[in-house]
């Protein structure tokens, strides 16, 4: 079993940078790969970014690309969303997922997620 929760998201203007953070607890965590989504309000929740289990591969989606990076740290049992460059669009509840392959977490249908953390950027 994979507990995941996340940390801070908050408000911040645009062109500005947050840190994700998800921390995971259960020993499976260094196996599995993961990932972020996010949900804006009357939207449905898209795929941001993920990081295989070995964190050699790494998976954006366009709308990111070059202004967020993903990263892990094992010995943290840890997953980071580096966000740079943010624009109001980017305004969303984030969500940490895991599951034991990239292609699962990729399509959104992982096993474990967290509760979210809000992200507000304003303009």
């Known amino acids: 079993q994979v507990q995941l929760v996340e940390s801070g998201g908050g408000l911040v203007q645009a062109g500005g940078s947050l840190r994700l953070s998800c921390a995971a607890s259960?020993?499976?965590?260094?196996?599995?790969?993961m990932g972020w989504f996010r949900q804006a309000p009357g939207k449905e929740r898209e795929f941001v970014a993920a990081?295989?289990?070995?964190?050699?591969?790494?998976y954006y989606a366009d709308s990111v690309k070059g202004r967020f990076t993903i990263s892990r740290d094992k010995a943290k049992n840890t997953v980071y969303l580096q966000m740079n460059s943010l624009k109001p669009e980017d305004t969303a509840v984030y969500y940490c997922?895991?599951?034991?392959?990239?292609?699962?977490?990729?399509?959104?249908?992982?096993?474990?997620w967290g509760q979210g953390t809000q992200v507000t950027v304003s303009s």
């Open positions: 997922a895991g599951d034991k392959r990239p292609s699962t977490v990729v399509a959104g249908t992982s096993g474990f």
């Open positions: 259960g020993r499976t965590f260094s196996s599995y790969a």
């Open positions: 990081i295989s289990w070995s964190g050699s591969s790494t």
